[in-house]
């Protein structure tokens, strides 16, 4: 996956709380096992009316934020059930960054392993960004991993926590897959050993 080590951009304010996966994915779009092309669908329900046409009044359909890559968002980010879908849409979109007051587990760890950053923050931070958010395309923020920071429009950083093994994987585009390959030699050499000694396995 792709590194994740500062993010400078668009935020878009979702000021919505307890916004689930089938929100952000609905169900009829789960059938794909592809990571690619489900960014169309993103927020189906909220961004398309029942004739397939943009509701203008929904902030990724507004001008200001088509090219958004931050999320500013509502308490309890991601509940619902557990699909990986909801941060495989998020990321085609290109949302890079998700910043609630909280998420849900499963989703959160989901993020994770897509290399998408979720930023848990206080509720006073989320919404002095809410409000830089809202400013539109003029008020970009940006969002160091390094230094585990977001920053705002007017300067103000706030920092944030994240586990230091996750930041790792993150800052070096690690996914699950990527950890194991990292351990490449000793698997082979240990495959090796294995065929010398057990050569009947």
């Not at 329900?45 to 203008?56: F, K, L, Q, S, T």
Request: charged fraction near 25%; hydrophobic fraction near 45%; include cysteine.
């Amino acid at each position: 996956m792709d590194k994740f080590t500062t993010l400078t951009g668009i935020a878009a304010p979702m000021p919505l709380v307890n916004i689930d996966t089938d929100m952000i994915i609905p169900k009829q779009f789960l059938k794909t096992i592809k990571r690619s092309g489900l960014g169309v669908n993103l927020f189906d329900e909220m961004r398309y009316d029942r004739d397939g046409n943009e509701i203008p009044d929904f902030v990724l359909n507004r001008p200001a934020y088509r090219d958004a890559q931050i999320l500013i968002a509502g308490d309890n980010f991601g509940c619902g059930s557990s699909r990986e879908h909801a941060p495989w849409a998020l990321l085609d979109f290109g949302i890079r960054c998700v910043v609630s007051t909280s998420f849900a587990d499963i989703f959160f760890n989901n993020c994770f392993k897509n290399g998408i950053l979720p930023v848990v923050l206080p509720q006073e931070a989320v919404e002095a960004l809410m409000r830089d958010a809202e400013k539109g395309a003029n008020a970009r923020l940006t969002v160091d991993l390094a230094s585990q920071t977001v920053t705002g429009a007017d300067g103000t950083a706030y920092g944030f926590d994240i586990d230091p093994f996750r930041k790792h994987c993150l800052m070096n585009g690690l996914d699950d897959i990527g950890l194991t390959m990292e351990k490449a030699p000793a698997i082979d050499a240990f495959e090796g050993a294995m065929a010398q000694s057990r050569p009947w396995i």
